[in-house]
């Protein structure tokens, strides 16, 4: 079993729909959860990250984090053609150091 | 700040041979990672620094690689002999621990060993 994976996808969907991007990981004393956006031949970006179970909003963005369930999501409302790209889960196991394990990703397309 | 510089963007070589890729982290930043992606086993974490002192080099795949961090400013990563199998794109970032640990990554460097 990888430590964290998701679904490479890719994932279609229309513009201004919402995307769900999904992740699982296997440790369960990860501590924290990242979403990274990788365009192609770019490096990866930081998009949203989440410490604790719940939701949290950043514009168009929202990371869900469930820990009993060992599952990160990341959705995208309103989604936009700019919004196509690689989206990488990144977990970090040890508290205080930034040590990410990343999942292979999910690839996005919008269409217009 | 330009950001992570990495250099060269491209390197082409052929088996053997030994390649350096160079990383000049952000300024301030006291942490520095090597990263190396391919298709199939995506980002993969080779080594990182903390003040320039190797933290942990676990991810390093064998002997033939090797990461050095001589200043704050900068770091190598050298495979010597390089091999068909290494050819991926290799990823420089650096993370300043008191702002959140976000992840700042260069360019990379797109390798390829025929």
């Known amino acids: 079993q990888k430590e964290v994976e998701q679904n490479s996808g890719p994932l279609s969907v229309p513009e201004g729909a919402i995307a769900s991007l999904n992740c699982t990981y296997s440790d369960r004393g990860s501590q924290s959860f990242f979403w990274y956006r990788q365009y192609s031949g770019k490096s990866p970006e930081l998009i949203m990250s989440i410490y604790s179970n719940g939701d949290k909003e950043d514009g168009r963005f929202t990371a869900q984090l469930n820990k009993a369930s060992q599952y990160v999501s990341l959705l995208i409302r309103d989604s936009q053609p700019s919004d196509s790209a690689t989206y990488l889960c990144?977990?970090?196991?040890?508290?205080?150091?930034?040590?990410?394990?990343f999942g292979t990703g999910t690839r996005l397309l919008v269409s217009p | 700040d330009a950001g992570v510089i990495q250099s060269p963007r491209h390197e082409v070589t052929e088996m053997g041979q030994e390649v350096t890729l160079r990383c000049k982290p952000i300024s301030g930043h006291d942490y520095l990672f090597w990263y190396r992606q391919t298709m199939m086993r995506g980002l993969e974490l080779l080594i990182y620094?903390?003040?320039?002192?190797?933290?942990?080099d676990s991810g390093m795949p064998e002997d033939r690689f090797s990461a050095k961090m001589p200043n704050a400013s900068f770091s190598t990563l050298k495979i010597q002999p390089s091999e068909p199998r290494d050819s991926a794109v290799y990823f420089c970032?650096?993370?300043?621990?008191?702002?959140?640990?976000?992840?700042?990554f260069g360019s990379g460097t797109q390798l390829s060993v025929l």
């Open positions: 970032a650096s993370s300043l621990s008191s702002e959140g640990w976000q992840l700042f």
């Open positions: 990144a977990v970090n196991r040890e508290t205080g150091f930034q040590k990410l394990v």
């Open positions: 620094f903390n003040n320039n002192v190797p933290i942990d």
